[in-house]
Antibody, heavy 118, light 110 residues
């Protein structure tokens, strides 16, 4: 399985960050598809996941601004983060999170840098 | 701010054994399994250890993981120059109801 992120690399403050992850080499069904981000020079931060085409779970610190959705027919899932600020500047990774009894990320995309700036 | 704490740095000479700790609590490491990731500069993280002790295919057996109580450790034996990277632990946290990463440890090969 391979993952590839796509989307704008520059977003203005207060606007919505939108990214898409294309999944190749396997089905998007029956896994926890996640977004993980890493601000410059900082640690990794889990953003959230979508499972089974509709069930979602988000990082509590981002929950009010995040939406993760899935388009099964295209083997893609997407991230929307609204009302962005400079603190949302980061490399965004899409990833496959294994679960639910033992959670771990076994497949990562290459990551896409997103800068929030006017 | 991460709920899993790691030392900021660790180092060793080639061939030495280096151990990295990951300290958590009863809501994460105390009741859920731990995974470890290696991030080389400018690249995406790579899974090293899952479910506390298991290595994915292709990961050298120089890397080993353990968990005890609310802490976990990653050991690198026979340290090599290509092991120089940032290492992260991670686990599910039942209180936060989310997946959490550690603060990261930079390993330097002297």
């Amino acid at each position: 399985v391979q993952l590839q992120e796509s989307g704008p690399g520059l977003v203005k403050p207060s606007e919505t960050l939108s990214l898409t992850c294309s999944v190749s080499g396997g089905s998007i069904s029956s896994y926890y598809w996640s977004w993980i981000r890493q601000p410059p020079g900082k640690e990794l931060e889990w953003v959230g996941y979508i499972f089974d085409s509709g069930s979602t779970k988000y990082n509590p610190s981002l929950k009010s601004r995040v939406t993760i959705s899935e388009e099964t027919s295209k083997n893609q899932f997407s991230l929307k983060l609204n009302s962005v600020t400079g603190a949302d500047t980061a490399v965004y990774y899409c990833a496959r999170l294994r679960g639910p009894y033992h959670y771990y990320v076994d497949v990562w995309g290459r990551g896409t840098p997103v800068t929030v700036s006017s | 701010q991460s709920v899993l704490t790691q030392p900021p740095s660790a180092s060793g000479t080639p061939g030495q054994r280096v151990t990295i700790s990951c300290s958590g609590s009863s809501s994460n490491i105390g009741r859920n399994s731990v995974s470890w990731y290696q991030q080389l500069p400018g690249t995406a993280p790579k899974l090293l250890i899952y479910t506390n002790i298991y290595r994915p295919s292709g990961v050298p057996d120089r890397f080993s993981g353990s968990r005890s109580g609310t802490s976990a450790s990653l050991a690198i034996s026979g340290l090599q120059s290509e092991d120089e990277a940032e290492f992260y632990c991670a686990a599910w946290d039942d209180s936060l109801n989310g997946f959490v990463f550690g603060t990261g440890t930079k390993v330097t090969v002297l």
